[in-house]
Every structure is written in C-alpha cells, then in structure tokens.
C-alpha cells in the first residue's frame, strides 16, 4: 500500500507549503518533499489485452511484481500447504476409522 501510494500520490505543493529545486511534492513520504520525480504517467506502456494504461494500473503492476520478487517461494510453500492438509486429513480420518473398529 505504501509504494503504491508513493508512486500515485504525486501533486501540485498546497498553498503554504515551499518545495525546493529538485524536489517533488506527495504527502504520503514522510516531510512531504522526495526527490524521485514522477515515473508513472497514463498511457506509459501499453497492454496487449487492451487494459487501460492508467498510472493506477501500472504502480499495482509495480508493487505486484514486487511483492512476487520478495518472496518468490510463496506459490510453492502454498501447494506444499494444501498437500500436507489433504494427507493430515486422510490420516485423521483413517486414525477415527481405526479407533472405532
């Protein structure tokens, strides 16, 4: 939420607030000031199923693919889960079947 929120929450400084040369207002980075200059912009890249190119979908593109490059196992630790559930649930079920007989 937080990247996404950096990557889409550029804007005009309010009134009363001075930024310096070089640097950009978004009130979602602490002091409001930040260096990195706006990188997303509407039809940037284009999609080939036809998706709009809003800066909205291109910085959940960016922090999805960031959060997959985090933790890259995630997808094999999940099918790993649902396997050992399918086993623990067969082996409970025998243990009941063994008790009762």
Do not use: C
């Given at each position: 939420?937080?990247?996404?929120?950096?990557?889409?929450?550029?804007?005009?400084?309010?009134?009363?607030?001075?930024?310096?040369?070089?640097?950009?207002?978004?009130?979602?980075?602490?002091?409001?000031?930040?260096s990195?200059?706006?990188?997303?912009?509407?039809?940037?890249?284009?999609?080939?199923?036809?998706?709009?190119?809003?800066?909205?979908?291109?910085?959940?593109?960016?922090?999805?693919?960031?959060?997959?490059?985090?933790?890259?196992?995630?997808?094999?630790?999940?099918?790993?889960?649902?396997?050992?559930?399918?086993?623990?649930?067969?082996?409970?079920?025998?243990?009941?079947?063994?008790k009762?007989?």
């Amino acid at each position: 939420d937080y990247l996404f929120s950096i990557l889409t929450g550029y804007m005009d400084a309010p009134a009363g607030v001075e930024i310096r040369d070089g640097l950009y207002y978004n009130p979602y980075f602490p002091g409001g000031a930040i260096s990195m200059a706006k990188a997303l912009f509407d039809g940037l890249v284009e999609y080939e199923d036809g998706t709009p190119a809003t800066t909205s979908q291109m910085a959940k593109d960016v922090t999805t693919f960031l959060s997959w490059a985090a933790e890259p196992e995630h997808d094999d630790r999940k099918k790993m889960g649902v396997k050992a559930i399918i086993i623990i649930s067969i082996l409970t079920a025998f243990s009941l079947w063994l008790k009762r007989n």
